[in-house]
T-cell receptor, first 115, second 112 residues
Framework: GAGVSQSPSNKVTEKGKDVELRCDPI?????LYWYRQSLGQGLEFLIY????????KSGLPSDRFSAERTGGSVSTLTIQRTQQEDSAVYLC?????????????FGSGTQLSVL | KNEVEQSPQNLTAQEGEFITINCSYS?????LHWLQQHPGGGIVSLFM???GKKKHGRLIATINIQEKHSSLHITASHPRDSAVYIC??????????????FGKGTKLSVKP
């Protein structure tokens, strides 16, 4: 596709359930980021993938959070045993790292609500 | 202290006014981004700067590497410019060089 695609756009789940959020970056982009944004707050870094390098997981808030990026393309963010404080918009972005006129391209996000 | 500081946090302007949003950072960087987020909308990249100045329509972004400071200017502001403007830097120290550090954003409201 032409842009970064995230699915689902909305997810309502019960406390304690596991959820999977998906991100399809722009084809050819080697860098992929996950962020979350709580209502009225700034962007909180979660994890960063760059090519075949080991991902930077320093932003993951707990061991309930994990992410994969298969084949250097699609990424899945998994939250196990969800808690109410996990409710937020989860945003994915991709970029072509090192390109002179590099821009970040963001998906529309997944609104996660944990009841 | 946050590594990326934006000012002001909130800004209300009248249509037609010249607007400046500031971003200061305390780390070494390879690039700085200005992003725009409309209410309920996605995030759009406005500029990526590593030096000097860039202009796109009514938007101008400048960066002073020595002073570790960037400004985003909007000329002839319009209500449709109302959004949150976010500054983000790509750090070049240690760890992962791809990590971006975000400011908390400046919420701009332009009144007709």
């Amino acid at each position: 596709g032409a842009g970064v695609s995230q699915s689902p756009s909305n997810k309502v789940t019960e406390k304690g359930k596991d959820v999977e959020l998906r991100c399809d970056p722009i084809s050819g982009h080697t860098a992929l980021y996950w962020y979350r944004q709580s209502l009225g707050q700034g962007l909180e870094f979660l994890i960063y993938f760059q090519g075949n390098s080991a991902p930077d997981k320093s932003g993951l808030p707990s061991d309930r959070f994990s992410a994969e990026r298969t084949g250097g393309s699609v990424s899945t963010l998994t939250i196990q045993r969800t808690q109410q404080e996990d409710s937020a918009v989860y945003l994915c972005a991709s970029s072509l790292l090192g390109h002179r006129n590099e821009k970040l391209f963001f998906g529309s996000g997944t609104q996660l609500s944990v009841l | 202290k946050n590594e990326v500081e934006q000012s002001p946090q909130n800004l209300t302007a009248q249509e037609g006014e010249f607007i400046t949003i500031n971003c200061s950072y305390s780390v070494g960087i390879s690039a700085l981004h200005w992003l725009q987020q409309h209410p309920g909308g996605g995030i759009v990249s406005l500029f990526m700067l590593s030096s000097g100045k860039k202009k796109h329509g009514r938007l101008i972004a400048t960066i002073n590497i020595q002073e570790k400071h960037s400004s985003l200017h909007i000329t002839a502001s319009h209500p449709r410019d109302s959004a949150v403007y976010i500054c983000a830097v790509r750090s070049n120290y240690g760890g992962s060089q791809g990590n971006l550090i975000f400011g908390k954003g400046t919420k701009l409201s332009v009144k007709p």
